[in-house]
Nanobody, 119 residues
Framework: VQLQASGGGSVQAGESLRLSCTAS????????MGWYRRFPGKERELVAT???????NYQDSVKGRFTISRDNAKKTVYLQMNSLEPEDSAVYFC??????????????WGRGTQVTVSS
């Protein structure tokens, strides 16, 4: 199983970016997909997650600005980031809680994608 992320880049404050992440491989079900980020010298932190039942969870600092969505048929999760702030600059990681079979579930991570927001 692999997670392939794309969509990072450099923008000005107030602008938008959309991150995408697609899972591939032998997959039975993906209960949760989401995004984490890591600031320099810090631990990875949750940005947003979305269950395949539609339940979403957001970090307080991004509520109202970021929207997570997913296309289950495409095994893809998106993160629409609006009104970006310099404080959002970080490496963003795609995450998936993935079941390759009905009875097993593992955490998978994509390679990070850099988001840089200039003031």
């Amino acid at each position: 199983v692999q997670l392939q992320a794309s969509g990072g880049g450099s923008v000005q404050a107030g602008e938008s970016l959309r991150l995408s992440c697609t899972a591939s491989g032998y997959i039975f079900r993906i209960p949760t997909m989401g995004w984490y980020r890591r600031f320099p010298g810090k631990e990875r932190e949750l940005v947003a997650t979305l269950g395949d039942d539609g339940s979403a969870n957001y970090q307080d600092s991004v509520k109202g600005r970021f929207t997570i969505s997913r296309d289950n048929a495409k095994k893809t999760v998106y993160l629409q980031m609006n009104s970006l702030e310099p404080e959002d600059s970080a490496v963003y990681f795609c995450y998936g809680a993935i079941r390759p079979s009905p009875n097993y579930e593992y955490d998978y991570w994509g390679r990070g994608t850099q988001v840089t927001v200039s003031s």
